[in-house]
């Protein structure tokens, strides 16, 4: 389920500041513009008005484009086209296509990124940035190249190579150039699932794209930039929006159809946010039958994004290490809130336990004897508080005492 999740996630994970068709690629108009160095990233060719003619190098003809080649549809010939310019050292985009009066696409024109040249607005030449001689950076320009494959509709839903121009007029990028380019910038499922598991292991999209690089060898073989596991992570949180509580009820209901003794409770304001939610799997009830006379609970801890309140109940087992029975969620520490939770786990259980250990909060101190108690023919619960919170309070509450005792002294 999943997995059908992040597939339906942003496919396509480039943007523009991290778009690299300039990789290697070496502006010919410029005063360092070196020949050896042009050669040593790609070949090319002089027309009869001396133009440069760049032609891709090192490509099988299995994967060049030819006439008449015949594509089963549109989509495979994009990929086709899409893997062409992979290995070539240039990125395509789609434009231009015609359809029949029955709406189906019986011409697609699929071109060189450098295609055409870039829109200049107005409004710039009478800007003073425009004035000045300043120009804003961009991460690509256009330069007519005309290189390009189109495709047209044939029988039987199929489409073949109508007209294909290999040459390009820009240099291409290098071998070392070409991971960059956004035709080599792929996210596929387990990049997505590797991001998806950092993200809930709290590692964030530098620290996964490096782990991913060890993985894998070397950054030429993630098939994607930190941008892109940046732009995936944003993508992945629009996805989830507001849907989260939503989601991990479902979640819940799932689990609950694969094992029966699983148990979940939650409540939700008029607004339809949720405020209380309890869980507790067959493990944890297993570790309450063999270890639950002595329950801690602590409410100490809580969330940055929804302020509320995690709260688990934990024990000890017979090696010293901590079980756990259950948790809860609460966006309120009052005694409502905590009668709900303590209300679900007794009936989850079966029984009280024997003593129950918090820390020192007044709303504790009413809610335990009013969930755990002897009405429903139960032993009732012996409330203690815990050691910790009675140490750290007592060292604040000393320095106050001493610091009255100090000033006294002095007068």
């Known amino acids: 389920m999943i997995s059908k ?5 942003s496919d396509n994970q480039g943007s523009n500041c991290g778009d690299s068709s300039r990789v290697s690629v070496i502006d010919c108009t410029g005063d360092g513009y070196s020949s050896e160095t042009e050669s040593a990233i790609t070949s090319y060719s002089l027309t009869p008005g001396g133009s440069r ?8 003809l299995e994967h060049i484009p030819s006439l008449n080649q015949i594509f089963e549809g549109l989509d495979i010939g994009y990929k086709f086209y899409k893997n062409y310019g992979r290995l070539g050292g240039f990125d395509i985009r789609k434009t231009t296509e015609k359809r029949d009066d029955d709406g189906t696409v019986i011409r697609k024109h699929y071109v060189c990124s450098s295609e055409g040249f870039n829109d200049v607005d107005i409004g710039s030449l009478e800007s003073n940035n425009w004035k000045n001689g300043k120009e804003r950076r961009t991460a690509s320009r256009r330069c007519g190249c005309k ?10 839903n199929r489409y073949y190579v109508f007209s294909f121009v290999e040459q390009h007029n820009h240099p291409l990028a290098s071998k070392t150039g070409r991971q960059f380019l956004r035709v080599s910038r792929d996210m596929g499922i ?8 950092a993200g809930k292991a709290n590692i964030g999209c530098s620290k996964a794209f490096g782990l991913m690089k060890e993985m894998v060898g070397s950054y030429a073989n993630v098939g994607a930039t930190l941008r892109d596991f ?21 979640k819940f209901k799932v689990t609950k159809e694969s094992s029966k003794t699983f148990y979940f409770a939650y409540e939700v304001d008029s607004e339809g946010h949720l405020t209380k939610l309890f869980w507790s799997d067959v493990i944890g009830q297993r570790n309450f039958e063999l270890y639950g006379d002595a329950v801690s609970f602590d409410a100490t801890f809580d969330t940055n ?6 709260a688990p109940f934990t024990g000890v087992d017979k090696h010293d290490r901590c079980v756990t029975f259950g948790a809860c969620l609460l966006s309120k520490e009052d005694v409502t809130h905590y009668s709900w939770a303590f209300d679900h786990f007794v009936k989850v259980m079966g029984r009280n ?9 007044p709303a ?12 429903n023919g139960l032993v009732s619960t012996k409330h203690r508080l815990c050691m910790w919170h009675i140490m750290k309070n007592s060292r604040q509450s000393l320095v106050i005492v001493y610091a009255r005792k100090l000033i006294s002294w002095k007068k």
Request: proline content about 4%; some cysteine.
């Open 364 to 375: 504790m101190k009413i809610a335990v004897p009013a969930s755990f108690n002897s009405n």
């Open 147 to 156: 290189a390009k494959m189109v495709l047209k509709y044939t029988s039987g």
């Open 353 to 361: 336990p024997v003593v129950i250990i918090t820390d020192q909060c």
């Open 53 to 60: 003619v760049y032609v891709p190098k090192d490509v099988d």
């Open 305 to 310: 994004k929804y302020n509320m309140i995690f």
């Open 5 to 9: 999740d992040l597939l339906k996630i």
């Open 230 to 250: 940046r732009n995936f992570n944003r993508d992945l949180k629009c996805f989830v929006g507001v849907r989260d509580g939503q989601m991990l009820i479902d």
């Open 190 to 197: 387990s990049s997505r699932n590797f991001v998806f598991a």
